[in-house]
């Protein structure tokens, strides 16, 4: 076990509330019967595990073996043995480390009330979905190819909002189109999907508005539309210009999908810019709708 490893270690696990984490060994009761492997050391062994890059249990507790001295200060009385880790891997539940997770991740990420504060209003699941191009050398990778002398994978994310943690990840050739996979995912009724421009589809638009799913993303420029009406916009939010209820124009557009949308006119001045939102959502305020979107970047 390195220096650096334990180091690491002891930093990391000095980030945890002892007394947190204790109420939550309670509540599950995971000490019960534990013969001096207790959840304490198990989280150790797991964060361990990771710090080191172990392949194998055997490995886990050798390097805890040859780190004693270190351990006692980190709560650890006896590094386990093989076969404890292994035992207590399928017997003590995950449920611990899980509610342990939450709590480390509400305390340690202070924006996570600010982002949660839209979805406790909404009452319902917001998910953000994305695709990022990751670079590679088509000297290493020549499968790759990208454009001529480029090559590149795509990773198509969709994250949930409540917990920035991925639902699901694809990766595909870099010449994908975003709306690919997208249109293979299923989504939970009265659930939100926050998405770029590059996921307009308007045929799976409408598809998820049939399946009672919202969505939240940007107009395309040389959109053809009619305003059906104005709605008033509130002086508070000065960044939101205009907030209209609109239909498509274009004879594909809207075949693909003929009823009502809204589309918010957002200035963005971080960017100094004026983004144009389009929502199938039709009753939340202006300013939600432009915090849902903003949430892409939070």
Do not use: C
Not at 48 to 68: H, P, V, W
Not at 246 to 270: D, F, H, S
Request: a neutral charge; glycine letters at 4%; zero cysteines.
């Amino acid at each position: 076990m390195s220096r650096t490893n334990v180091t690491l270690l002891s930093q990391l696990l000095r980030l945890i509330d002892r007394s947190i984490f204790n109420q939550i060994v309670r509540k599950h009761d995971t000490d019960k019967h534990s013969k001096g492997f207790d959840t304490w050391t198990h989280l150790v062994s797991m964060v361990f595990m990771q710090l080191a890059q172990a392949s194998s249990l055997r490995d886990i507790s050798t390097d805890l073996r040859s780190a004693t001295g270190d351990l006692n200060h980190m709560g650890v009385a006896n590094a386990p043995s093989k076969s404890a880790i292994s035992y207590r891997n399928k017997h003590r539940t995950y449920e611990v480390f899980k509610d342990l997770y939450f709590e480390l991740l509400e305390d340690l990420e202070p924006s996570l009330q600010r982002k949660r504060k839209y979805g406790y209003q909404l009452e319902r699941k917001i998910f953000i979905m994305d695709g990022s191009v990751i670079p590679l050398s088509l000297s290493l990778f020549d499968w790759a190819k990208f454009r001529t002398k480029k090559g590149a994978i795509k990773l198509h994310a969709l994250l949930d909002y409540d917990t920035g943690l991925p639902n699901f990840a694809v990766i595909t050739d870099g010449k994908t189109h975003d709306i690919e996979p997208a249109r293979k995912r299923m989504f939970p009724a009265d659930s939100v999907l926050v998405i770029d421009r590059g996921y307009i589809d308007y045929e799976w638009l409408n598809n998820l508005d049939s399946n009672q799913v919202f969505f939240v993303t940007r107009l395309k420029s040389n959109t053809n539309l009619e305003i059906v009406e104005e709605l008033p916009v509130e002086e508070k939010h000065e960044h939101i210009l205009s907030d209209q209820i609109i239909r498509l124009t274009g004879v594909e557009a809207q075949k693909k999908y003929p009823g009502k949308l809204r589309a918010v006119e957002v200035y963005n001045e971080e960017n100094d810019q004026i983004l144009i939102l389009l929502t199938n959502q039709l009753t939340w305020t202006a300013d939600m709708i432009s915090q849902l979107y903003k949430a892409r970047w939070v």
